[in-house]
Structures are given as structure tokens and as C-alpha cells.
T-cell receptor, first 113, second 115 residues
Framework: GAVVSQHPSWVICKSGTSVKIECRSL??????MFWYRQFPKQSLMLMAT?????????EQGVEKDKFLINHASLTLSTLTVTSAHPEDSSFYIC?????????FGSGTRLTVV | AQKVTQAQTEISVVEKEDVTLDCVYE???????LFWYKQPPSGELVFLIR??????QNEISGRYSWNFQKSTSSFNFTITASQVVDSAVYFC????????????FGSGTRLLVRP
């Protein structure tokens, strides 16, 4: 139980375009989801906390207008990287909470060329 | 403020050796959870254990064991008879006992198990 599906697993996009990443809880309702970013050989950095039906709470230094988060249902949260640039290339991973803890998606490797 | 410190950046051992990964945490909360996750090269985070602050009993699961000591704010992880498949990055993490609260991760320890 408590499976989180994240798509796509990897994506390559051109500079200036937008990319949407989906995070779905398959067998439970996720009131709260988290979005992390991870650079090579570094730890996970929390970008934002997403609560169903309300605006996301962004961590300090994370651009809200660049990283759009939508959590319109109890099973789906999306992260849209707008006007992507090469420095946005990274590994993005989502997480959803449930009574037994946190379950993570498999991550999305974004490469902006 | 909450903080997790994993002082060991990289550890290299030969297969069958035992290895301990250290984790020290800081929190002002009286109740909290501690976690260990494994991140293999593929990138996904694999849940290993969750411990609550009430329970200081050591835990053993196969070759894995965890030592939680509140007195030293440590939650160390030992792999006995390491195997090549144990090679990965291991993260220690801390959270409040509130499902809407974020996980605070340590910087991770990269473990390389050589044949």
C-alpha cells in the first residue's frame, strides 16, 4: 500500500519551454504532498509543501512563479517548471504523507538544453 | 530549529564487512519521528525505518540494525555483512509528529561496498 506514482521519469526540454511533472497517490488520499529538488551528489532540498485545495507553501529562495504547484485533488499534485533554463536541470521528487509516514515518487530527471 | 547531521560523506568497505552510518539530530520538539532512507543509483528513495521518539529500543531487520539514543540525539544505522547491493546513498531524516510537516534530511552518506 501507499504507492506514489511520479511521471515522467525523465524529460529533456528546450530552454524557454515549460515542463509539467505529475505526482499521484495511487491507493490513498494525500492531503499533503511535498516537492523536493536534488542536485548531483547532494541531499534533497524541499521546494514546497502542497496542500489539497489551497496554495502551496514555498521554501525561502524558491521562485513561486517559476515552479508552479497545483494540488487540485486528494490524489494528484503537479509541479510545472515554467520557462525552463539549463540551471533548472535537476532531479525532482515528490512525496506524500499518510499515517505510516512518507512515500516518495520515483523521481523525474529534468534536463534543459 | 530542526537539523540532521550525517558527518560521513562517503564510506568504502569490502564486502562482508560491517559498517555503521552515523546520524545526529537536533530538535526542540519533545515528540518526533526519525527515518532512514536508501537511495540507489536509480534515484528512488527506499524507506528503511521509522522510529518515534517514545521508543528507544534498538531495531533489527535482517542485516540491518538501528541504534536510537536520545541522550546523544543519535540514530545510527548498521549494516552487518555488507553486500555489493548495499551500495547507495543513505539519508537520515527527522520530522514532527504531524503528517503535514516536512521531512528534514541529512546530507546523506554514500556507501560503496567493494567485492
Amino acid at each position: 500500500g501507499a504507492v506514489v506514482s511520479q511521471h515522467p521519469s525523465w524529460v529533456i526540454c528546450k530552454s524557454g519551454t515549460s515542463v509539467k511533472i505529475e505526482c499521484r497517490s495511487l491507493d490513498f488520499q494525500a492531503t499533503t504532498m511535498f516537492w523536493y529538488r536534488q542536485f548531483p551528489k547532494q541531499s534533497l532540498m524541499l521546494m514546497a509543501t502542497s496542500n489539497e485545495g489551497s496554495k502551496a507553501t514555498y521554501e525561502q529562495g524558491v521562485e513561486k512563479d517559476k515552479f508552479l504547484i497545483n494540488h487540485a485533488s486528494l490524489t494528484l499534485s503537479t509541479l510545472t517548471v515554467t520557462s525552463a533554463h539549463p540551471e533548472d536541470s535537476s532531479f525532482y521528487i515528490c512525496s506524500a504523507t499518510h499515517r505510516d509516514g512518507y512515500t516518495f515518487g520515483s523521481g523525474t530527471r529534468l534536463t534543459v538544453v | 530549529a530542526q537539523k540532521v547531521t550525517q558527518a560521513q560523506t562517503e564510506i568504502s568497505v569490502v564486502e562482508k564487512e560491517d559498517v555503521t552510518l552515523d546520524c545526529v539530530y537536533e530538535t526542540r520538539d519533545t515528540t518526533y519521528y526519525l527515518f532512514w532512507y536508501k537511495q540507489p543509483p536509480s534515484g528512488e528513495l527506499v524507506f528503511l525505518i521509522r522510529r518515534n521518539s517514545f521508543d528507544e529500543q534498538n531495531e533489527i531487520s535482517g542485516r540491518y540494525s538501528w541504534n536510537f539514543q536520545k541522550s546523544t540525539s543519535s540514530f545510527n544505522f548498521t549494516i552487518t555483512a555488507s553486500q555489493v547491493v548495499d551500495s547507495a546513498v543513505y539519508f537520515c531524516a527527522l520530522s514532527r509528529m504531524d503528517s503535514s510537516y516536512k521531512l528534514i534530511f541529512g546530507s546523506g552518506t554514500r556507501l560503496l561496498v567493494r567485492p
